[in-house]
Structure formats: C-alpha cells, structure tokens
C-alpha cells in the first residue's frame, strides 16, 4: 500500500452531539501525554455502528483532546500507536500537519482538513504535529490496545478495505456474528 499520512473514512460519526456533551459538561479534563483529555464511555461508543464494529475488530479507549489556543504540539511520532482514528469536535484556526521526511529545518508537508463528522485513520509513525491558533481544539481520538507492533496503519486500512470492499461491507461483515 502507497504511505499514506491519513485516510478519510466514508462513514459518518452519529456521535458528535453526545461528544459535544461530554466537551462542555462540568467534569475536569485530566492530564494524558501532554494532552487534557475526557474519557469517552462504552455507552457512547456504542451508538455508532463503525465504532462498534471497529471496537470489536481492534479493542480501543477512546477520549476528547483538549489545545490550548496558540499552542504546538511538535513534530513527533507517536511511540507506540501505529494508527489512531480522530475526528474534529471543534476548534478555530487549527492546523494537523504530517511529513514523510525526516525531521529538519524544511520539511514538505501535508494538511489533513477536518471534514464535519468524519472519521480519519492517521498514520502516526510518520512525523506530524498540531499547530493551534485561537481557540482551544477538541479532538476525538481512538487508542488501540495493539500497539505499533500489531496493529499499523496499512493493516487498518486494509481491513477496513476488505481487500476491495467498501467500509459499509466491512461493516456489515464485522457485526453480522
């Protein structure tokens, strides 16, 4: 498979609202990997029919990211994630950026443009970074429980293909037992 830094996949969050909810309710934001972050419950999971049939293919914890307004997250690569799964919730002039290159002072780089309620797999053993202008950025993001090791970015992304079949297929085969 072509190295990709990303991959829009086709079906469409039925979960944004209950996440919205999560991001404005009362309870704190906690400290995970140099993020804040709010755990996002089974329950919630659990409404949506790719997340179900992606958690039980690739068991996963699931969280919102908070950014501070004017503030980076540097290029790095993700130490033990080989792939994650994001989705925008809401944030201002906010930038994700990915390389192929090795770091250095130029880099060639792409922009993955959050679409609304739209799931991406993210490449995150290539560089990438976050740059974040004016508001905070809230962020969706799966954690496997397969790290780099067993669970890449390609092989996802094959799985979700089926080997040529569409995501709605891999749907319908992952949830019919």
Same mark, same amino acid.
């Given at each position: 498979?072509?190295?990709?830094?990303?991959?829009?996949?086709?079906?469409?969050?039925?979960?944004?609202?209950?996440l919205v909810s999560i991001k404005d309710n009362?309870?704190?934001?906690?400290?995970?990997?140099?993020?804040?972050? =709010?755990?996002?419950?089974?329950?919630?999971? $659990? =409404?949506?029919?790719?997340?179900?049939?992606?958690?039980?293919?690739?068991?996963?914890?699931?969280?919102?990211?908070?950014? $501070?307004?004017?503030?980076?997250?540097? #290029?790095?690569?993700?130490?033990?994630?080989?792939?994650?799964?994001?989705?925008?919730?809401?944030?201002?002039?906010?930038?994700?950026?990915?390389?192929?290159?090795?770091?250095?002072?130029?880099?060639?780089?792409?922009?993955? =443009?959050?679409?609304? =309620?739209?799931y991406y797999a993210l490449n995150v053993q290539?560089?990438?970074?976050?740059?974040?202008?004016?508001?905070?950025?809230?962020?969706?993001?799966?954690?496997?429980?397969e790290d780099k090791n067993i669970l890449t970015?390609?092989?996802?992304?094959?799985?979700?293909?089926? #080997?040529?079949?569409?995501?709605?297929? #891999?749907?319908?085969?992952?949830?019919?037992?």
């Amino acid at each position: 498979m072509k190295n990709l830094n990303f991959f829009e996949i086709k079906s469409k969050s039925k979960i944004l609202n209950d996440l919205v909810s999560i991001k404005d309710n009362n309870d704190p934001f906690v400290d995970y990997f140099n993020f804040d972050v =709010k755990f996002v419950s089974p329950d919630v999971i $659990n =409404k949506d029919p790719f997340l179900c049939a992606l958690n039980k293919s690739h068991r996963f914890n699931a969280a919102i990211l908070r950014i $501070n307004q004017n503030s980076i997250y540097n #290029w790095h690569i993700d130490d033990n994630r080989g792939v994650s799964v994001n989705m925008l919730i809401d944030g201002g002039a906010s930038h994700c950026i990915f390389t192929n290159e090795e770091y250095a002072v130029v880099n060639n780089i792409q922009e993955l =443009k959050y679409e609304p =309620k739209t799931y991406y797999a993210l490449n995150v053993q290539n560089y990438h970074s976050v740059i974040n202008f004016e508001k905070p950025r809230y962020m969706f993001s799966l954690e496997f429980d397969e790290d780099k090791n067993i669970l890449t970015f390609d092989q996802l992304i094959k799985e979700m293909h089926g #080997w040529s079949m569409g995501v709605n297929e #891999w749907l319908r085969e992952t949830l019919k037992d």
